[in-house]
């Protein structure tokens, strides 16, 4: 998940200064036309990145702080290179410009970014835009090196491993009973459809594309601008991630409760955009792989607050609350224990259900 964009920097964050200095002194060894510009650093601090604007060249500096995929820096910053790269031609995501490598100023490196000037988006009313911007982005073509980004020959076995991965720490979160009660059933029905041989048709996904990491132009069109775990698999893991409860209510700038009719609207958008073939291969998949998302977020976060107290680590996946600020910590925290309350994980499962029912068997 993306960290949620808070309004100011916390007092424990004395980070931007030396970043600032860190960033500077890696433009100047790397010699970018942006070495001399104004360094300001942006106040949506986060679990993943810090942001950099490059005063007056249009580019923002985008500094791990972490892999989600647990990669070694260099690996990490090829990954999400590619993410651009092979996202860009559908028009709906930041242009990259330049990659920083590890240096010692900057252990985990960076990446120099188009500056996306605009808005957060607004739900229900950006839903449209979101949905074309998924729809363009699933157009584009696999290469046939897909490497570095995943693309598995069973993207759903490999993603069920990455659910298993996470769920190992479902016990140490120490759920309600009756919240993992309902977290087993998803995992079972989810499990039932998976030992099928059936397969849904797969693209290039974001598979991060909650309502946060959108920015809305003037224009109205929306930009998705956190590309870190783009893969290849099947679009509906992205129409989840855009409009389950763990999505739309995680950043502060976008919240929204989304209505089963505003999530089926949702996905009637989709299919327009991505055209008629797309959209019905597309469509028997569809709870399946709300399912699947929903495992993913709620085993995501039973792993956040299973590995957040423990200490920084200094390449890879990095989950540490201790060198990030306090209202972020706290707001994550805060959102964490909302998802995995029972009441929540019920209100998922429910809608799940209520959604195949009326939306996707007519």
């Not at 092979?86 to 985990?108: E, M, Q, Y």
Request: a neutral charge; one cysteine or more.
């Amino acid at each position: 998940m993306k960290s949620p964009k808070l309004p100011a920097a916390a007092a424990n964050d004395p980070v931007p200064d030396a970043l600032c200095a860190a960033l500077g002194r890696a433009l100047r060894a790397a010699r970018h036309p942006g070495a001399d510009a104004p360094l300001q650093p942006l106040p949506d601090t986060g679990l993943a990145h810090r942001h950099v604007r490059l005063a007056g060249t249009g580019l923002l500096a985008r500094l791990p702080l972490n892999s989600q995929l647990d990669l070694p820096a260099a690996d990490n910053l090829r990954h999400q290179a590619a993410c651009f790269d092979r996202a860009a031609p559908s028009g709906h995501t930041p242009r990259l410009h330049a990659v920083l490598p590890p240096s010692d100023p900057l252990p985990r490196g960076g990446l120099l970014v188009e500056e996306i000037v605009g808005r957060p988006a607004r739900l229900p009313g950006d839903l449209d835009a979101i949905a074309q911007a998924l729809a363009a982005l699933h157009r584009q073509p696999r290469p046939p090196q897909p490497a570095p980004l995943a693309a598995p020959a069973d993207p759903l076995a490999d993603l069920a491993a990455e659910i298993d991965r996470q769920a190992v720490h479902l016990d140490a979160a120490g759920l309600d009973p009756a919240a993992r009660r309902d977290i087993d059933a998803l995992n079972a029905a989810w499990r039932r459809r998976l030992a099928g041989a059936a397969r849904p048709p797969v693209a290039l996904i974001a598979f991060d594309a909650h309502p946060g990491n959108y920015v809305i132009r003037p224009d109205g069109r929306a930009v998705l601008v956190d590309l870190e775990k783009c893969r290849y698999g099947p679009p509906g893991l992205d129409l989840a991630h855009a409009t389950l409860l763990t999505s739309t209510t995680w950043d502060l700038a976008s919240r929204a409760t989304l209505d089963a009719a505003a999530v089926a609207a949702f996905y009637a958008a989709w299919a327009r955009h991505a055209g008629a073939a797309p959209a019905a291969a597309a469509r028997p998949w569809h709870a399946d792989l709300r399912r699947a998302m929903a495992l993913w977020s709620l085993t995501w976060c039973a792993k956040w607050r299973a590995l957040s107290p423990r200490p920084p680590r200094a390449d890879g996946e990095n989950w540490s609350a201790d060198d990030r600020p306090d209202a972020l910590v706290a707001h994550v925290r805060e959102r964490v224990d909302h998802y995995l309350s029972p009441a929540v994980v019920r209100a998922i499962a429910a809608e799940i259900e209520a959604l195949e029912a009326q939306a996707w068997t007519a």
